[in-house]
């Protein structure tokens, strides 16, 4: 499942190895002022996720929460830096629930 806000370029869609995308869960706007800002986020995952008061970004992580739950989930991420990205807290979230 692609958890990025943006499709990574140069991948297209019939050749991508994953069926599923939400962008939703993905970190928003905020946390786009680099690794910086996301190694913050890293550090209190749960609070940097949790504080989204969007109803669609809190269904979709309680969607994918389900999901890890009953199946094997691969958090895919085009992020260069695979510890500082999103998907990395991502999975940190979803490891704690």
Known sequence: MLVDRLWPRGVARAAAGFTEWSKEVAPGPELAGGTDTIRSASRSSHA??????????????????????????????????????????????????
């Open 48 to 97: 940097a996720i949790a504080r989204s008061s969007r109803a669609a970004a809190l269904g979709a992580l309680f969607r994918l929460r389900d999901k890890a739950r009953t199946e094997d989930l691969v958090l895919v991420t085009a992020a260069r830096s695979l510890e500082l990205s999103g998907a990395a807290v991502l999975g940190e979230v979803l490891a704690g629930s």
